[in-house]
């Protein structure tokens, strides 16, 4: 049986080092995570932006900004390693924390570009 992918994953399976490929943009307040079985995931503190229709990565600057209703926002820039890993990856996991303490999650495609 198949677990499905999360941004909170499963006690196996590890977060990686935080101190080189997470960072948290302090205006959106956006964490950018990769966990050991490669997968990416940003959370935010905002649950709206996990309604986000695509993610780009600019591919000059890494600053990353997310689509929503046809408006890019600007999320914050990835560290090297963390650009490496999300050009490795086709989709990005999103999750926030709801007002009720529930997860919102999904999963939204990811694009290396010009923003």
Known sequence: MSHPKR??????VAIAMPDTLCAMDPDTRA??????A?????TFSDPTYVRAET???D?????????LHERAH????LSRAMATSFAKNDHVLLSA????GSI???????????A
Do not use: H, Q
Not at 38 to 42: E, K, L, S
Not at 74 to 77: A, I, R, S, V
Not at 104 to 114: D, F, Q, Y
């Open 7 to 12: 941004c909170f994953p499963r006690e196996d």
């Open 31 to 36: 964490a950018f995570i990769r966990n050991n």
């Open 38 to 42: 490669g997968d990416v995931c940003i």
């Open 55 to 57: 993610i780009v990565i």
């Open 59 to 67: 591919e000059d600057s890494s600053a990353v900004y997310a689509i």
């Open 74 to 77: 600007y999320l914050g820039n």
């Open 97 to 100: 924390l709801r007002p009720d």
């Open 104 to 114: 919102l999650e999904s999963a939204t495609p990811v694009k290396i570009g010009r």
